[in-house]
């Protein structure tokens, strides 16, 4: 560009040297190359002829590379020493620092990594890796565990942090069901958090609900149990799961867990902050129930309604979509497989069913007194129960306490009086049938002619047996 000022414009050489701050001497090299060659591939600087190649003999300079390549990974400055000396021994000239620099620095990126971080470093930073997106709502839930930076109260007024688990959908990244827990993650809390997602939320501004087509998880030993694949066969849902040490496909659910800890956790007492050794900056005040109704409120009322960074859309409006219907089960008690399963058996007592203190009802149990029965429940709802009987359904007993709806005095009076003639029935039927029987003549006694006794007289008749009154409930 500065010879084109000159040749074609006329501008002295003196004046664009001045003005481009390059010595004038160059200036007129580079026009006596351009006359001559008339190209502008003429003014490129020329590489040397040995350029790429060093001095230092390929025997050091592999033992350079061997050096910088130990694990832990050595400074530079030791390798050029160990290098120096070793040139000294030789009988040569001991290379720069600057040489061994650069021998270290050009060794090919992912053979460090590898030397120094192993497989999984190098995986992580090199190979590739297929991320799938889902196409619809529905489509693949993802579920993950994560401890909480916050410490509770626990049933005893003492400090312990919580363990969340969360089921969210890939398509809209809207939370489909989450619990919260004490304790270590286990298959049944797995699968509570499960089955909230699945069944309609009694929140109205939360509509995920339904089946997904694939459940994927990580290798966790409460994801691989049998009973989380006997659910999914259940429902029809393909559970699938991560490769063992790859965690990059569950980026979109750890992603959640990042917000609710960045955006959620400061705002409450006994909030842990990074680097504080797992203590609190403040004292823990609330409850497992409180800090639920805290998570709840920040899903529904901010993460849902506010538009995602990669989505650009609410995770509920891109869930709702165009007015889908989500898939249900085909009978609503097949989501009973997903509650959790009391550790024993249950007797049925004439006043219902007890466990853990609490009473359960139901008219269905008065004619299961006696039998043993098997229960499941939801942890966060004690309010009712179901029963089984042989491993199928039987009924739903609530606690008239805690429910909302009530079993009254009538409806269990008739259930009483209902079982009680179906048994009077049967006791009919039963005596009717022993009554047409024959007579058992095996061993009996032959008794003289008119004598009805063996005294003559005959037998007293037996004592009429007093019947008593069917006890009620204490409110009777």
């Known amino acids: ?30 026009a006596t190359t351009y006359r001559a060659d008339g190209t502008v591939d ?96 529905n489509e693949q839930w993802q579920a993950a565990h994560t401890l909480l930076d916050v410490q509770i109260l626990d049933a005893h007024r003492r400090p312990a942090r919580p363990w969340l688990t969360v089921v969210l959908d890939d398509y809209s990244r809207a ?14 809390r797995t699968v509570l958090a499960l089955h909230q997602a699945v069944i309609a939320k009694g929140n109205p501004a ?104 990669e989505t650009r859309q609410p995770p509920v409006v891109r869930w709702l979509a165009d007015g ?11 989501l009973d497989t997903l509650l959790l399963t009391a550790a024993t058996s249950r007797i049925v007592q004439r006043d219902g069913i007890r466990f853990s203190g609490t009473r359960y009802i139901s008219p269905v149990l008065a004619a299961y007194v006696g039998e043993s029965v098997t229960i499941r429940y939801d942890p966060r709802d004690a309010a009712e129960v179901r029963v089984y009987y042989c491993d199928k359904y039987l009924c739903r007993a609530i606690a008239p306490e805690l429910a909302r709806e009530a079993v009254t005095l009538e409806q269990l009076q008739d259930a009483r009086v209902a079982r009680r003639r179906a048994l009077k029935k049967e006791l009919r039927e039963r005596r009717s049938l022993a009554d047409a029987l024959p007579a058992d003549h095996h061993y009996a006694v032959v008794q003289p002619a008119g004598l009805p006794g063996v005294d003559g007289q005959r037998p007293p008749a037996e004592p009429p047996v007093p019947r008593h009154r069917l006890r009620t409930y204490a409110n009777d």
Not at 120 to 133: M, N, P
Request: hydrophobic share 35%.
């Open 42 to 137: 003429s003014l490129e600087r020329r590489r040397r002829s040995d350029a790429g190649q060093r001095r230092l003999p390929d025997d050091l300079i592999a033992a350079v590379e061997a050096l910088a390549l130990r694990r832990p990974a050595p400074t530079t400055a030791f390798v050029h020493r160990r290098i120096a000396d070793m040139a000294r021994d030789r009988g040569l000239a001991p290379p720069s620092y600057s040489t061994v620099r650069d021998i270290v620095t050009s060794i090919d990126p992912g053979l460090r990594t590898l030397a120094t971080g192993g497989d999984t470093a190098y995986r992580d930073r090199f190979e590739l890796v297929y991320r799938r997106s889902a196409a619809r709502p």
């Open 324 to 334: 889908w219907i989500p898939r249900s089960p085909a009978h609503p008690e097949d």
């Open 206 to 309: 939360w509509p995920v609900q339904g089946l997904p087509d694939v459940l994927y998880s990580d290798h966790g030993s409460d994801f691989t149990s049998s009973r989380l694949e006997r659910v999914c066969l259940d429902t029809h849902v393909s559970l699938i799961h991560s490769r063992i040490g790859v965690p990059q496909g569950r980026g979109k659910i750890e992603r959640l867990f990042r917000t609710i800890t960045t955006e959620l956790l400061p705002h409450l007492p006994g909030y842990i902050p990074h680097g504080t050794g797992g203590q609190p900056t403040t004292p823990p005040q609330l409850t497992l129930a409180e800090l639920d109704s805290a998570v709840e409120l920040f899903v529904v009322e901010e993460y849902h309604s506010r538009p995602h960074s």
């Open 1 to 30: 560009m500065l010879l084109c000022q000159h040749l074609q414009d006329g501008v002295p050489l003196t004046r664009l040297a001045e003005h481009a701050g390059i010595p004038e001497r160059t200036l007129r090299r580079w």
């Open 175 to 188: 939370v489909a069901g989450y619990t919260l827990f004490l304790g270590a993650p286990s298959a049944e």
